[in-house]
């Protein structure tokens, strides 16, 4: 029974096609968000959502939008893929809001455009 | 700028040795630490943890060193098994809602 599940695990695209990554948790926590993880490794945060309210935007392009219908899911939808776009990206929940709180990840998407 | 950097990105021990992950840090400001451990095809998974007031904290075969002045930390695994291969990031608080993470370090414990 996955704690945090992100659908689909892989998916390839064509550049300027819209696409959509759902995650979903069964731990009862307020607060859920979307990291990538860049060619370069590096993990950064996109968005953060507590009680489906927007807490973090990072400067990420519009053409990224997170939607929170419950607390329970936050997904990405990406509009007008490009190339740069390729990446993993993790959907991870926690308990509280606040960063000691530990994070619980799912086990990422891999997007691939072509 | 990166305020959390792992500058190994892989390490090779042999099982049974001592593994030693690096992590340096520039904000003196960071008051908890974390080690998150990934295995190929899955999410970070949190591994160990430290506050500021603490300079070790020991898990089973896991202990995270901390030293305020040179802003470092260092995740020892010993003995170090098979099972350890993995990636492993180091990460810090950063502002009230999110981590920091490094680039992680690949870890190969050979049998």
């Known amino acids: 029974d996955t704690a945090v599940s992100q659908t689909p695990k892989y998916l390839v695209t064509q550049m300027g096609n819209d696409k959509s990554i759902k995650c979903e948790q069964n731990l009862g926590h307020d607060t859920m968000y979307w990291y990538k993880q860049d060619s370069k490794k590096f993990l950064k945060i996109m968005f953060s959502y507590n009680n489906k309210e927007l807490i973090i935007n990072e400067t990420v392009p519009n053409r990224f939008s997170p939607k929170s219908p419950d607390k329970a899911h936050l997904n990405l939808h990406i509009n007008s893929l490009e190339l740069g776009d390729s990446a993993v990206y993790f959907c991870a929940s926690s308990q509280g809001l606040g960063a000691n709180y530990g994070y619980t990840f799912g086990s990422g998407t891999r997007l691939t455009v072509v | 700028d990166q305020q959390v950097k792992q500058n190994s990105p892989s390490l090779s021990v042999q099982e049974g040795r001592i593994s030693i992950l690096n992590c340096d840090y520039t904000?003196?400001?960071?008051?908890?630490f974390l080690w998150y451990k990934k295995y190929p095809a899955e999410g970070p998974t949190f591994l160990i943890s430290?506050?500021?007031?603490?300079d070790k904290n020991e898990d089973g075969r896991f202990t995270v060193f901390l030293n305020k002045s040179a802003k470092h930390l260092s995740l020892h695994i010993v003995p170090s098994q098979p099972g350890d291969s993995a990636v492993y990031f180091c990460a810090a608080p950063s502002g009230t809602y999110k981590y920091i993470f490094g680039t992680g370090t690949r870890l190969k414990v050979l049998a």
């Open positions: 904000n003196s400001m960071f008051d908890y």
């Open positions: 430290i506050s500021s007031i603490k």
